[in-house]
Each structure stands twice: as structure tokens, then as C-alpha cells.
């Protein structure tokens, strides 16, 4: 029945005794075909936490691992010159039993963001982990005892608030430019915003998916000139642009507060 299905093209043999629909998503069906699960910020993101960006699949490998293919091609083993567009994690995991057949759990894939990546995005990940809920103060225990001495200083940076990563890339780089930057601030006569430096301006996270439609643009700007009768300033940065260009947005901010600094 399988094999015929593999020939109707109905199934995908993706490895020895591992079959999957044509739908299956491409990640998983490379980790599957290599002989690993997804891992690091490929896993985060299939359980719907931040992860930075998208391309490359990670792939968490067993150290028993004996039989690895090439994540393109099930015929072929696994070389260095064959593994484009993977990253290969062989570390021990600190929770082996959770997580599901083709991937890791969550405390895993966040140990191995935070030895993968730059702090402030993993930072990003573990707090936006823990404000949807997909890992709690136990979690963040056992994460931060599973990971060496050079980590540790993230977990006092960690302000569960934050509602997404380019809230976390943006405010902890204010912070690291000096400025006083306070998130989630409920203002009167505006509302909650994402986060307002040096008590004067206010700035919002925007992006696509939160503010697709002209009813949500006209919302936001009711609300700047609201926030403007009060006395605030107001920048709404684009995800690219707070992602990719983090020091550009940080200096605008820089530059409008030094504009209106009262003598």
C-alpha cells in the first residue's frame, strides 16, 4: 500500500520506513530525511515562537546517529558538501523525552538559539516563548542550568511583557544605547503602547500582521495625534528595518529626542 502510494505520488518516501504527504512542510521533511528532528530556531518557530528568520533548516542529530542522509536527497549520505541550507546541532538535549517525533521540545530549541545566536535575538525567542505560554519559570530554570557560565547574564535581562521579538531586538538595544526605555506603558487618553523612551516618545513595534488593513493604519494614527495633544513624540519602525538595521532606528530615536530637548 505504501509503495503504491509513493508511486501514485499521493506519499513521499522521505527515508527508510519514514513517509510523509507532498504538503509536508519542507523543513521537516529535511530533518526527517537526514535522520534528526527539527531543533534551534527552525523548532521554535513551528511551535509559533520567534525565531530569526527562516531559510536554513536546524536540525537537531543523535550522537547514536549512524546513517545520516543528505537532507535533499534520501539516496545520498550526508557530506559537507551535500548539507546546503541546514545547520547540524549534535548536543546533548537537557529534555530528551519531549517534544514530538520531528522535533525537539521547547526548552531544547531555546538552549540551542541561545548557543546559536546573537543574545539579543535569542533573547527574543525566550521571551516571547514565555509570554505565549510555551514555556514557564521552571522551564527558564532548567534552560539557564542546562547552559554554560558565558549565558548566564541573559536571564536577568529577560522581561517577559514583551509581545514580540522586534520588541525585545528594540528595546534591549535602546538600552544598550544608554536610553531609559520602558515597555507595555499604559497612557491615558491614548492606551497601552509598545514602549516609551526617556518619558517623551513613544514607539510601537508595528508589523504586517498586526496592522494589515486601512482600518488599523487609521487607528494607529488617531492614536499618535492623541498621544501628540499630550506632549509625545511618536516612531513606528517596520519589522525589516528594526531587524536588519537595529542602529538606524536606535539613532532616529537618538536624534528626534535631541531635537526637542528643552534647553
Given at each position: ?28 521533511l529535511r530533518a526527517v530525511r537526514v535522520g534528526g528532528r527539527l531543533g534551534c530556531t527552525t523548532a521554535l518557530r ?68 541561545v548557543r546559536c545566536s546573537p543574545p539579543h535575538l535569542a533573547l527574543a525567542s525566550i521571551e516571547n516563548a514565555l ?13 539557564f542550568a542546562g547552559l554554560g557560565s558565558e549565558h548566564q547574564f541573559l536571564r536577568a535581562r529577560i522581561d517577559p ?103
Amino acid at each position: 500500500m505504501l509503495t503504491g502510494g509513493v508511486r501514485s505520488g499521493v506519499l513521499l518516501r522521505v527515508r527508510r520506513d519514514h513517509y510523509a504527504l507532498p504538503s509536508t512542510d519542507l523543513h521537516v521533511l529535511r530533518a526527517v530525511r537526514v535522520g534528526g528532528r527539527l531543533g534551534c530556531t527552525t523548532a521554535l518557530r513551528a511551535f509559533g515562537i520567534f525565531g530569526f528568520e527562516g531559510q536554513v533548516t536546524h536540525i537537531h542529530l543523535p550522537r547514536e546517529l549512524s546513517r545520516a542522509r543528505s537532507p535533499h536527497d534520501r539516496r545520498h549520505h550526508l557530506t559537507r558538501a551535500n548539507r546546503a541550507g541546514t545547520e547540524l546541532h549534535w548536543s546533548a538535549l537537557l529534555e530528551p523525552e519531549a517534544g514530538s517525533e520531528v522535533s525537539v521540545g521547547v526548552v531544547d530549541a531555546l538552549a540551542q538559539t541561545v548557543r546559536c545566536s546573537p543574545p539579543h535575538l535569542a533573547l527574543a525567542s525566550i521571551e516571547n516563548a514565555l509570554f505565549l505560554g510555551k514555556v514557564d519559570g521552571s522551564g527558564i530554570a532548567d534552560l539557564f542550568a542546562g547552559l554554560g557560565s558565558e549565558h548566564q547574564f541573559l536571564r536577568a535581562r529577560i522581561d517577559p511583557r514583551s509581545e514580540s521579538g522586534q520588541e525585545t531586538v528594540l528595546r534591549t538595544a535602546l538600552e544598550d544605547a544608554g536610553l531609559r526605555s520602558e515597555i507595555q506603558v499604559l497612557i491615558p487618553g491614548v492606551g497601552r503602547v509598545d514602549g516609551v523612551v526617556e518619558g517623551r516618545l513613544i514607539w510601537e513595534a508595528d508589523s504586517r500582521l498586526a496592522h494589515d488593513g486601512w482600518e488599523l493604519h487609521v487607528r494607529d494614527r488617531d492614536r499618535d495625534i492623541d498621544a501628540a495633544r499630550l506632549g509625545y513624540m511618536s516612531l513606528r519602525p517596520a519589522y525589516n528595518r528594526t531587524m536588519h538595521r537595529t542602529n538606524e532606528v536606535v539613532d532616529a530615536i537618538r536624534h528626534l529626542l535631541d531635537s526637542t530637548r528643552r534647553p
